[in-house]
């Protein structure tokens, strides 16, 4: 991975994944702050990014083999704390709570500096291209896994 695509999507810690965005007029409501379902976009992108900076690449796994791999939002909890507001720098901080069977759950928080504004749970299925359940491979859950032990 070339350092420019690097940059573009986030770094691994050692909790997981961190991503740096910024709050664009087109994330705000009428009101200045950002949007509610916004937030989801912010959330998405840091799992995407999250799976690219462990070497895994979506369109990659979905043809992977005769079945092909993808990962579908089976349940999200979502506690908002505090609003953002356009120009805002985001951090979504992106870490594995379990990765095994045809299952990941992820917790994601989206923060301004070290205020806590979003508080989010992912669990997510991991199916075929046919939409019916599939085990995650080992090598990949041993990747969710390893980045945030």
Avoid: W
Wanted: charged share 25%; hydrophobic share 40%.
């Amino acid at each position: 991975m070339s350092d420019h695509n690097f940059l573009l999507s986030g770094e691994l810690t050692e909790a997981g994944h961190r991503l740096v965005q910024r709050v664009y007029y087109e994330d705000t409501d009428f009101s200045g702050l950002v949007y509610h379902a916004r937030y989801l976009h912010f959330l998405e992108r840091g799992r995407t990014d999250y799976l690219r900076c462990l070497g895994c690449e979506q369109s990659a796994l979905l043809s992977a083999d005769e079945e092909g791999l993808v990962f579908v939002v089976h349940r999200m909890e979502i506690d908002f704390k505090q609003p953002a507001r356009m120009d805002d720098i985001l951090t979504i901080e992106t870490a594995t709570e379990k990765a095994g069977g045809a299952k990941i759950v992820l917790t994601q928080e989206v923060r301004r500096g070290d205020a806590l504004l979003i508080a989010a749970r992912v669990v997510i299925a991991v199916v075929n291209k046919h939409g019916r359940p599939r085990r995650l491979p080992q090598t990949l859950a041993e990747k969710f896994l390893g980045s945030s032990s």
